[in-house]
């Protein structure tokens, strides 16, 4: 993304109904898993971005997190209690069964993430014999619209297209479900009138503040969802997200690097 994009997503994440809610979401799958660990994990967020998913995540334990690019570091810098390094998805600079959760939402799906089953295999090779990955992904190609080029979506995802990459990395016992389905039909028409925007409209995403009464609204909404994520799966939506364990005594992936999990970033 352009710098522009990261100073619009650091000023609004924190508020904003959709990060907002997604993280409701999250805390709905993620707890059922955790509950015994919860405030003791260690925890890698990858694709941190500037750092709002990241500072979210640290009710769960110790966080760090990993960007490719440098413009989202800066920002994601200025929160507190974050151990930070810029690196690539498909090549984390973390030993063998470093971390209890990974976490990485609407990463794979970018341009430059040449090969998202290396990824995966790098998640499971991090984490620890029971280890949860929590991915998070965009779904349905046929909803990709002016903000998609604006954030450099290569490829939105279906449900069965999570589940591979999930199986091909060695997870089990996952759970793989569509989310943000109450708002699709205003979400999918909101997209398809924006499909062959402006060229300028095309420059930018839908990461722009709203409106505090409409987004309270679409908060509310989109949180409806996650007392009904805790025991059911959702056949549609706007994002699709796979919730699963690696295997007990299982290793997968590149071997081991060098570099140990980097120490808190000095401020």
Same mark, same amino acid.
């Not at 974050?82 to 971390?99: H, N």
């Not at 976490?103 to 799906?109: F, K, P, R, Y």
């Not at 060098?258 to 401020?267: D, I, Y």
């Given at each position: 993304?352009?710098?522009?994009?990261?100073?619009?997503?650091?000023?609004?994440?924190?508020?904003?109904?959709?990060?907002?809610?997604?993280?409701?979401?999250?805390?709905?799958?993620?707890?059922?898993?955790?509950?015994?660990?919860?405030?003791?994990?260690?925890?890698?967020?990858?694709?941190?971005?500037?750092?709002?998913?990241?500072?979210?995540?640290?009710?769960?334990?110790?966080?760090?997190?990993?960007?490719?690019?440098?413009?989202?570091?800066?920002?994601?810098?200025?929160?507190p209690?974050?151990?930070?390094?810029?690196?690539?998805?498909?090549?984390?600079?973390?030993?063998?069964?470093?971390?209890?959760?990974v976490?990485?939402?609407?990463?794979?799906?970018h341009?430059?993430?040449?090969?998202?089953?290396?990824?995966?295999?790098?998640?499971?090779?991090?984490?620890?014999?029971?280890?949860?990955?929590?991915?998070?992904?965009?779904?349905f190609?046929?909803?990709?619209?002016?903000?998609?080029?604006a954030?450099?979506?290569?490829?939105?995802?279906?449900?069965?297209?999570?589940?591979?990459?999930?199986?091909?990395?060695?997870?089990?016992?996952?759970?793989?479900?569509?989310?943000?389905?109450?708002?699709?039909?205003?979400?999918?028409?909101?997209?398809?009138?924006?499909?062959?925007?402006?060229?300028?409209?095309?420059?930018?995403? %839908?990461?722009?503040?709203?409106?505090?009464?409409?987004?309270?609204?679409?908060?509310?909404?989109?949180?409806?969802?996650?007392?009904?994520?805790?025991?059911? +799966?959702?056949?549609?939506?706007?994002?699709?997200?796979?919730?699963?364990?690696?295997? %007990?005594?299982?290793?997968?992936?590149?071997?081991?690097q +060098?570099?140990?999990?980097?120490?808190?970033?000095?401020?």
């Open positions: 993304m352009k710098t522009e994009e990261y100073a619009a997503m650091y000023a609004v994440e924190d508020t904003h109904w959709w990060y907002t809610g997604m993280r409701r979401l999250a805390a709905a799958l993620l707890r059922p898993r955790l509950r015994a660990r919860i405030g003791k994990l260690d925890i890698l967020d990858a694709g941190c971005g500037t750092g709002g998913n990241s500072a979210f995540l640290q009710q769960y334990g110790r966080v760090w997190g990993i960007d490719a690019v440098s413009d989202a570091l800066q920002f994601a810098r200025r929160r209690g974050l151990s930070l390094a810029q690196a690539s998805v498909d090549r984390l600079p973390f030993l063998d069964g470093s971390f209890d959760l976490i990485s939402n609407d990463v794979l799906c341009l430059f993430v040449s090969d998202d089953q290396k990824a995966v295999a790098e998640f499971a090779r991090v984490l620890r014999p029971g280890g949860v990955l929590y991915l998070q992904l965009p779904a190609d046929r909803l990709r619209s002016h903000h998609d080029a954030v450099f979506t290569k490829h939105r995802y279906t449900r069965d297209e999570l589940r591979q990459l999930l199986a091909a990395g060695g997870f089990e016992r996952g759970r793989v479900t569509y989310a943000n389905a109450l708002l699709f039909p205003l979400a999918a028409a909101w997209r398809a009138v924006h499909k062959l925007g402006s060229p300028e409209e095309a420059e930018r995403s %839908d990461v722009r503040p709203v409106q505090p009464l409409v987004n309270s609204v679409m908060r509310t909404i989109l949180s409806l969802e996650a007392p009904i994520l805790w025991r059911r +799966t959702l056949p549609f939506g706007l994002s699709v997200i796979g919730v699963a364990q690696k295997a %007990d005594g299982t290793t997968t992936g590149a071997p081991a +060098t570099t140990p999990v980097p120490a808190p970033v000095t401020r």
